[in-house]
């Protein structure tokens, strides 16, 4: 848990900012207009929910170290690539982003799944908001230095930034991160002896979490946190470069309040919130809400601190709580599929988010922040109904599938030292 949580720092110390600036290099570099960086952000993401379904379930039958200890280290050599290469033209721009897309989505669902293995129920808030607390030390850092070299060497100094980054994340989880599950694969084809192809062997794989119906009912939900949360990337970088005059310096310093609460306050907020979780989702996206009726008022760099505090308690909530619930509806044979079948929600409304928030900004800001506050209101509203209806999120002991899941899944071959927690996504991202 420990190793990925310092691999996280070293990343998010560096690749975060590339996230921040990169709708400002399409908007100001290449001078495209607020709604085509809006759809430019958004046309990857169906790669992003097609590349993380496969990453789940091959995390879950070939095992998690390699889909979590090899995609950084392709990244940092996309983003080399990026910061020499991004001033020749929007396809190739674009098309070393969609590189980094990829691997991400590679990495990401079995990082999730990793940490679902090696820790248990009433533990696993505590266990995310520690690996967020150690992201958001270098979410800290990185926008403010990015800020400030950006405005000495030009905005794509940032790709440089995650390059360095990403390479240091790779080293420290190819020399320490042990397997956690190597997979159903060691185990022989599943299906063996009927007549199933490995397609279709494949295909029942991806399919099954979509018949869990508190994980589809939890998914609508998680389509509509993440359409909110969104705006707190692209739309709001754009909104205090456009409407606020903000300069860059500023702007990585609101970002960077972020990830300094975060880091102050994840832990002792996750520990209270190991109980009744649904109802703690809904409180942290009206935190969402609120911070976005004071963006409505477009006050400035010093008000804008304190919506982004407001703010970041909602995702102090709401981020490690989603994936303790999802760590607890599988057991290891399917935890990687599980997370993937989530994010097939949450990444659609990512596909949404940018360019949506970008086409409501062109109207003017009052139609960006309203209709959002009101969006983090229903949402609340759906979670506490989820709750009233379920009490509690359904769990699975941590060696079994739920009911009609698979449930034979293979014991680890290498035993993780401190799995019971005893004291952390972004798109910080």
């Not at 090696?118 to 808030?125: H, L, Y």
């Not at 991806?206 to 990337?233: E, Y």
């Not at 809400?289 to 477009?298: N, T, Y």
């Amino acid at each position: 848990m420990f190793t990925i949580a310092v691999a996280s720092f070293v990343r998010s110390s560096g690749r975060s900012a590339s996230w921040l600036f990169l709708p400002l290099i399409l908007y100001i570099g290449y001078g495209l207009s607020l709604i085509q960086v809006g759809l430019l952000v958004s046309a990857l993401v169906p790669l992003s929910v097609l590349v993380n379904l496969y990453g789940g379930a091959a995390a879950d039958r070939y095992g998690r170290r390699s889909f979590v200890v090899w995609p950084p280290l392709g990244s940092a050599l996309t983003f080399f690539a990026l910061y020499e290469l991004w001033h020749q033209g929007i396809v190739v721009l674009m098309s070393l982003w969609a590189v980094i897309v990829v691997l991400t989505n590679l990495q990401q669902p079995a990082q999730n799944a990793m940490m679902g293995d090696v820790t248990q129920q009433g533990d696993r808030s505590v266990a995310f908001g520690i690996q967020r607390v150690f992201a958001n030390a270098g979410f800290a850092l990185a926008p403010a230095v990015g800020g400030l070299l950006a405005t000495s060497f030009g905005l794509s100094i940032v790709f440089l930034m995650a390059a360095i980054t990403s390479a240091g994340e790779g080293i420290v989880l190819v020399s320490f991160l042990k397997e956690t599950f190597r997979g159903t694969a060691r185990d022989g084809p599943s299906g063996e002896g009927t007549s199933e192809s490995s397609g279709q062997r494949w295909a029942a794989r991806i399919r099954a979490p979509f018949r869990d119906r508190f994980l589809l009912t939890f998914g609508i939900l998680g389509f509509c946190l993440t359409l909110a949360t969104q705006q707190f990337g692209t739309p709001l970088s754009l909104f205090m470069a456009t409407v606020q005059h903000l300069p860059y310096s500023e702007i990585g310093l609101v970002y960077s309040l972020n990830g300094v609460v975060v880091v102050g306050l994840q832990i002792p907020i996750s520990w209270g919130i190991r109980r009744r979780q649904l109802l703690w989702m809904g409180v942290g996206i009206l935190l969402y809400g609120a911070a976005f009726l004071v963006f409505d008022l477009s006050p400035g760099f010093m008000v804008n601190l304190g919506a982004i505090f407001v703010l970041t308690l909602g995702e102090d909530i709401t981020s490690p709580t989603q994936n303790a619930v999802l760590s607890g509806l599988s057991g290891r044979s399917r935890r990687g599929s599980y997370f993937a079948a989530y994010n097939v929600f949450t990444s659609s409304a990512q596909a949404i988010a940018p360019s949506l928030g970008a086409l409501l900004l062109g109207f003017g800001y009052h139609v960006l922040w309203l209709p959002f506050s009101l969006l983090t209101v229903a949402v609340a509203i759906g979670y506490a109904w989820l709750h009233h209806r379920d009490h509690e999120p359904p769990s699975a002991p941590p060696e079994e599938g739920r009911p009609g899941a698979a449930s034979n899944p293979v014991t680890p071959a290498t035993t993780v030292t401190g799995a019971k927690h005893t004291g952390f996504g972004h798109s910080g991202p």
